[in-house]
Every structure is written in structure tokens, then in C-alpha cells.
């Protein structure tokens, strides 16, 4: 699978790369859409950025995100990282609004972008706006398209600033989901440290790459607990149990290679920890209620 780096995505974009940057601030740009967006393609494949991404789009789409599609109409705002595979799939010809591209470090000093919500999953990551949400939006993406283009020694604060006003309404609009998930008693830690270690593991992006732990005593060792003790922890903050969040996550791994790798079934299989491929495939059949073929297939039609 791709990874697009900062230097490719610029080769599209030469006219738009801030060469200017200090090094020690990371990176940001943010793009009128309507001034970069290029004719619609006929061909669309995953890839993963090496870098953040946070569009308001006004549009018809459909958005491939990790094992999702999503269409979008309308205003919306799509959050995006390095650590998901995704594409965009153009329907309209006319598209405007904003983007921003950020690396980590641009935050290095203010914690780790990453723990935020609407960075952790499609449910979180696609927000459709009213008319009054997105006139909101908006003009926060204009102030920062104005601040870029200044001279103000402090402008890259203020961008900050900016953006994370930008992700913090985001997701107040979801109370749900957006409470703050920095927290210090065990069972929180716990369960920090098992999805840290079972993200390491992802994404596959090699035939020849396999993950090491799969079952909740392996991550019970590997945590130096006893694998109640880790049952009773995730149980408690996720209701879920170890090998459930283990099956949910290698299932949706298994779903984003289907769709955009060309991999065997054997291959995926022993990717993800199945020595034989017959035990991949009954895996995956009786949680998505279809083979895994036709699974592929259904996703290419």
C-alpha cells in the first residue's frame, strides 16, 4: 500500500509548497480547494499519508475510509491520519472549501494529536454540517488561510491555535465521543497500553509482514498481568473483552487488504495471524456473513 510522503503530495502542488518553514515548528499548509483540485480520475487506489489532513468540503463524494465508504453531500468536514488508508471518489465535478496538512510535530509540544477523537475512526473522522455549522467552520479556515500569507512572528501559534478551535467544535458536536479520554487510574492505563500494542501491529502493508500477538494471553504477557487482570481492565472501560477487541481490530484490517490490496486469501490470512487460510476464511465469513471473496468482489463492483 502507498504511503504518500509530504515531498509527492507537493510535486502535485509545486506552487503551494511553503519552503519557508522552520524545521523545529513541523509542518502546515492549509489549500483553497477550489484553486488545487484536479479534473476527476477514473482510477482511485488506497494510501496512507505520512501527515494529517482536516478538509470542510462542499461536495458530492464518497470517501473509502479504511473499510468504510461513506458518501458525503453537502457540507462536511473529514478528518484524517497517517495511520489510515483512505481515497477520495469525486461524484460532482464542483467541490470548494478547505484543507490543511500538518505533521506531528506541528503539536509535538502540546500532546499527541493523535488521542483526539475525530483522529480515531470514520465515525468520528466525517461530520456532516448544517448551513449554520459550516458558515462557522469556515471562517476559521479563512482566518487561517489569511494568517498563512501574513508576516506576524507569532503566526504558527496562532494557526495552532486556530485548528485546534477547529477540532475541538468538531467535536463538541459529538459529546458522546468527545470527552476527554486522558485519564490515571489502572484499569484506563491498561487499556492504553493494550490498544498501543495492538496498533503497533498495524498497518499491513507487506505480504511478507505478519503480527505477533493475537490472543489476549499473548498481550497479557506482553503487559507482564494476568490475563484476567486485562479482561477485567477492558471490560470495564470499553465493555469488550480482549479477544473481542483483537477480532473487531484484525477484522478490519482483514476488510481494508480485501478491498485494496491484491493479495491472496492465504496471504491476508497468514498476515494476520491464521496459519491456514481455511481459518481465515471462517473467521471472516462468520462475522461479516459472507466470504471473503465475495466480499472483495462486492467492494470492486
Known amino acids: 500500500m502507498a504511503v504518500v510522503q509530504l515531498k509527492t503530495f507537493y510535486n502535485y502542488f509545486p506552487d503551494q509548497d511553503p519552503k519557508t518553514i522552520p524545521n523545529e515548528i513541523g509542518h502546515f499548509n492549509i489549500f483553497d480547494i477550489a484553486g488545487i483540485l484536479a479534473p476527476k480520475s477514473k482510477q482511485v487506489t488506497y494510501s496512507r499519508r505520512s501527515f ?6 462542499e461536495g458530492h463524494s464518497k470517501i473509502h475510509y479504511a473499510d468504510q465508504c461513506i458518501e458525503i453531500k ?3 468536514l473529514v478528518f ?7 481515497f477520495w471518489e469525486r461524484i460532482s465535478e464542483k467541490h ?18 493523535n488521542q483526539y477523537p475525530v483522529f480515531q475512526g470514520a465515525d468520528t473522522a466525517i461530520i456532516p454540517l448544517s448551513d449554520d455549522k459550516a458558515e462557522i467552520f469556515n471562517t476559521l479556515f479563512a482566518r487561517m488561510f489569511e494568517e498563512l500569507q501574513s508576516n506576524y512572528t507569532y503566526k504558527y501559534d496562532l494557526l495552532r491555535n486556530l485548528l485546534m478551535e477547529v477540532i475541538h467544535g468538531a467535536q463538541k458536536m459529538q459529546p458522546a465521543i468527545g470527552t476527554q479520554t486522558f485519564t490515571h487510574n489502572a484499569a484506563e492505563r491498561i487499556t492504553s497500553l493494550f490498544v498501543e500494542l495492538l496498533e503497533r501491529q498495524f498497518p499491513i502493508e507487506l505480504n511478507n509482514q505478519a503480527i ?21 481492565a477492558l471490560k470495564e472501560i470499553t465493555g469488550k473483552t480482549t479477544t473481542q477487541l483483537i477480532n473487531e481490530r484484525i477484522l478490519q484490517e482483514a476488510k481494508i487488504l480485501l ?5 491472496n486469501i492465504a496471504e491476508i490470512g497468514w498476515c494476520l495471524g491464521f496459519k491456514e487460510s481455511n481459518h481465515f476464511s471462517n473467521f471472516f465469513k462468520s462475522r461479516v456473513k459472507t466470504a471473503a471473496l465475495k466480499y472483495r468482489q462486492s467492494q470492486i463492483d
Open 52 to 57: 494529517y489532513k482536516v478538509s470542510l468540503i
Open 259 to 263: 478491498k485494496s490490496t491484491n493479495w
Open 212 to 232: 505477533k500477538i493475537n490472543s489476549a494471553s499473548a498481550f497479557a504477557a506482553q503487559l507482564n498481568i494476568h490475563v484476567n487482570h486485562l479482561n477485567k
Open 80 to 86: 484524517t491520519n497517517p495511520m489510515v488508508p483512505y
Open 96 to 113: 470548494t472549501g478547505y484543507l490543511c496538512v500538518f505533521t506531528e510535530d506541528f503539536f509535538s509540544r502540546f500532546g499527541s494529536i
Open 74 to 76: 453537502g457540507h462536511t
